[in-house]
């Protein structure tokens, strides 16, 4: 019997199953040459792979929306742009130039500080798989055809791997790579089946068909395990399936707490893909709505129709309300089409609202395509990073400029918009008071509040265990913040980390926390924490 702790957990739950390995295919690329006088022979070859890439995804789109976002990727002008630079003048073969185009770009991500954007690696990584195994013209194993009870073990999944898997029948997934914020992690809370993520060495411990016995609610593995083992993961499996369907029973309930304060509980999203799978989750709305992927995964900064598209359709989708953060590039974060100066240290330099700011064209831009949509929901404003009452004044003022343009133009935009901020420096915390004078709303974002009150880098391996959002400082800021918003009626919500942890959620209650924004995965378990009854 072998015993494994682990520290991710990507979607909770209990299993008990044979373990199944799920092996890479070799897609080391072919070491052919390309001549001169073949290189649009093979050009050719990547735009008759894209095609037949796409139309695949066109497919799978229908029935899971992740593979929507999918094709803007496959599609994407950088990563074409890249694969086909190196055809033509590194004269690459179709293979070699894919795979590393799709590296550069993955590296991209790789390096970000936010957890939800280093994630998307594994989607880019995806694609390059899928044009890969065209190329190549192999086939891969099918999770779909598996007909017994299983749990997983693979180094990496992507959401091609996972599609067409029978959830009656994988009941557990582990793996050495990925994170809990992963499209695949999305998709298994969605099928309700546990995950385990970064598992270090589980490859060299685990065979086909061995036992595994799965917590994934305390991170823990047991390979091949003793009978009163066996016995004992057995009844916490029972309790689990009683509890999974016990929690679906709170989605009917408001989140009110017992002290009868209407909470209102929302969810984080990258894009309107992750809207739609979060819409049984009976949420108030969209809490953040990240903006950073129109301009990422884009060859140009995108235009204003192109935002408006997608600000309408999320507004539509979700009408109670939608909080859209403008944009937050910078630091972690950069674009393929414009090149920031080198920073000694990027997360202290120009991002953000500093960079909105300074590019009053690129923000207007976006401002308009914002308030364009707003008639089509409730839409919110919140603008990032804010260090200084001068730099949200001057916001509000390219807001209130924009709005005037509108109305010259009969362009109809919801007059009362509110207009709020991310709460995730010192300088907002130590200001608190007067940002809240001139902010319809607060939004706390622990993630970077906690970095930067600790003075620690969370992506520092070395230093990682003192990145700890429970930190009496960190807490005697949320205070700070809430206390000040409330003192001059802004509401105060979170959309860091913490808000959606169960142990956090009764002390955020307490310190009078209004609104709580999470991950779709943890919306059910934090409405009971807030509920705080069982029924």
Not at 358 to 377: C, H, K, Y
Not at 505 to 511: F, M, Q, S, T, V
Request: proline share 4%.
């Amino acid at each position: 019997m072998v015993e494994i702790k682990v520290q991710k957990t990507a979607s909770r739950g209990i299993a008990i199953a044979s373990a199944y390995i799920y092996r890479e295919v070799d897609l080391t690329p072919d070491q052919y040459s390309v001549a001169e006088d073949e290189i649009e022979q093979e050009e050719a070859r990547f735009q008759e792979v894209k095609r037949a890439v796409l139309t695949e995804l066109e497919q799978l789109a229908q029935e899971n929306p992740i593979f929507a976002a999918h094709m803007g990727i496959a599609d994407d002008y950088t990563l074409q742009e890249g694969i086909v630079t190196r055809i033509q003048s590194g004269k690459k073969n179709v293979q070699q130039a894919i795979l590393e185009a799709v590296e550069e770009v993955a590296d991209i991500f790789e390096q970000m500080e936010d957890e939800y954007m280093r994630e998307r690696k594994a989607d880019v990584l995806d694609i390059g798989k899928r044009f890969l195994i065209k190329c190549k013209k192999i086939s891969i194993q099918d999770l779909g055809a598996i007909r017994q009870p299983v749990i997983v073990v693979a180094k990496d999944l992507f959401p091609s791997d996972t599609v067409k898997m029978d959830p009656k029948y994988i009941k557990g997934i582990i793996t050495e790579e990925g994170g809990v914020t992963s499209h695949v992690s999305i998709m298994a809370k969605n099928y309700g089946i546990p995950v385990l993520t970064g598992v270090s060495g589980i490859l060299d411990q685990v065979e086909d068909g061995l036992t595994i016995c799965m917590d994934a609610k305390c991170g823990t593995i047991v390979v091949e395990p003793e009978q009163a083992v066996l016995e004992a993961y057995e009844r916490l499996s029972e309790e689990e399936a009683i509890e999974q369907e016990n929690i679906k029973k709170y989605r009917a309930l408001e989140p009110v707490t017992p002290q009868g304060k209407r909470i209102s509980l929302c969810i984080n999203v990258g894009n309107t893909e992750e809207m739609k799978l979060a819409l049984d989750k009976n949420v108030d709305g969209v809490g953040l709505f990240r903006t950073e992927f129109l301009y990422m995964e884009n060859s140009h900064f995108p235009t204003e129709e192109e935002q408006f598209a997608v600000y309408k359709e999320a507004a539509t989708l979700c009408p109670k309300e939608v909080t859209i953060r403008t944009l937050d590039i910078g630091g972690d974060k950069s674009l393929p089409y414009y090149e920031f100066e080198p920073e000694e240290n990027p997360f202290l330099g120009w991002r953000a609202i500093r960079i909105s700011l300074d590019m009053p064209e690129m923000f207007e831009t976006q401002l308009r395509a914002i308030l364009r949509a707003s008639v089509f929901g409730h839409i919110r404003i919140m603008f990032p990073m804010l260090i200084s009452v001068e730099e949200l004044l001057e916001a509000k003022q390219i807001v209130a400029k924009c709005k005037n343009k509108l109305r010259q133009e009969g362009i109809p935009f919801d007059e009362g918009i509110e207009i709020g901020m991310m709460m995730e420096t010192p300088a907002s915390v130590l200001l608190a008071e007067e940002f809240a004078k001139e902010a319809d709303f607060f939004s706390i974002g622990t993630n970077d509040l906690t970095q930067y009150i600790l003075a620690v880098d969370r992506g520092n391996k070395k230093i990682a265990s003192r990145y700890d959002s429970f930190h009496p400082a960190v807490w005697k800021a949320i205070e700070t913040i809430i206390q000040a918003g409330h003192k001059y009626k802004c509401k105060v919500g979170m959309c860091g980390e913490l808000a959606g942890d169960v142990a956090a959620i009764p002390k955020l209650l307490e310190l009078g926390l209004d609104e709580f924004s999470m991950s779709a995965g943890t919306v059910d378990y934090a409405r009971r924490a807030i509920i705080g009854k069982v029924i």
